[in-house]
């Protein structure tokens, strides 16, 4: 089995979207393996309120240190979005996907269309992306599609309902809540016709699933061919961050999740390289500047507008040559 997922040059079963869908997942650090060197995202964290809560989700404090979904160091409105997207693409020019991925879920936050569509007007070239817990995801498609987002994430931990009524407490949905086995049916029923509903819409889907010994560990490489019968086009297994009610239980090794990893990738194609982003995280993957000190991210926008002034010379001299 490859060790890193494939890149899309070496992919053929995207949705028929053309040319600008390929360069949009060239450019997604996510869903592209070589982009996650080249290009960066900024996370914009406008979505407080959840709707379901896991029960290894914690969202109430902030540490430097942390880097985990959920965390974020302030919720920002829509226009403080927008101007923190325009600060940070002037500055640092390889920023191509702008998403939205909590700190709660962004379905459930109308704060979420709102930014998109800010966004989407003023820099139309950039990628919009968004995460799920899936809940709403039927009803809200079209709202997403309005404001144009083109890549989707959605956590599905588990298609069986009742091993997912182990892992969500309860779910609140049009002003109801739902615990135990209601809850979960619910919750999986809407997650697989939302997945399907945007894939058909052509969206590019990525699957995020967490990996929990004892509880979902044997039912992933299902959750995975579920995955292939609905189109998605990658899927992330992630460890378990050990905290909240699944705090005792002890997250799997290395080696346990790549043997995960690997029976799934007959399936449906590993990410294997997600680092688990703060919820306000931007720059490329492996860097998040949100947590850097003000001189290293000064010398990285230095070297960035360098790069440019760069390309700029040698786009320059090549003219000249040919003409």
Known sequence: MPEENQSVDTI????????????????HPCYDKKAQHKYGR????????????????VREFDCVNESRPGVTSKVLTPDEALEKTRQIVADYPFIKVVGIAGPGDPLANDATFETFELIKNEFPELTLCMSTNGLLLPEKLQ????VGVSTLTVTVNAIDPEIQAKIV??????????????????????????????????????????????????HVIEIARKLNELGVYIM?????????????????????????????????????????????AYGLLAQDMSQM?????????????GDIEKAKEVLKTNGKKES
Request: glycine share 6%; hydrophobic share 40%.
């Open 42 to 57: 900024i996370h914009l964290a406008v979505a407080p309120k959840c709707n379901i809560q896991c029960n290894f989700c």
């Open 293 to 305: 000190s003000e001189e290293r991210r000064k010398l990285i926008k230095i070297q960035s507008k």
């Open 143 to 146: 709202d997403l599609i309005r």
């Open 236 to 280: 992330n297994v992630m460890p378990l961050i050990n905290q909240g009610a699944f705090a005792d239980i002890e997250p799997p090794t290395a080696e346990e999740r790549k043997a995960v990893q690997e029976a799934c990738e007959p399936y449906v194609m590993q990410m294997r390289h997600c680092r688990q982003c703060r919820a306000d």
């Open 169 to 218: 407490d309860h779910i609140a949905y049009h002003g109801k809540v739902y615990r135990g086995l209601e809850g979960a049916k619910i919750q999986v029923k809407n997650q697989l016709e939302g997945i399907k509903a945007a894939v058909d819409a052509g969206l590019v889907v990525k699957v995020n699933t967490v990996l929990i010994p004892g509880i979902n560990d044997k």
């Open 12 to 27: 053929n079963n995207i949705p028929e979207s053309g040319e600008e869908l390929l360069r949009k997942i060239a450019e």
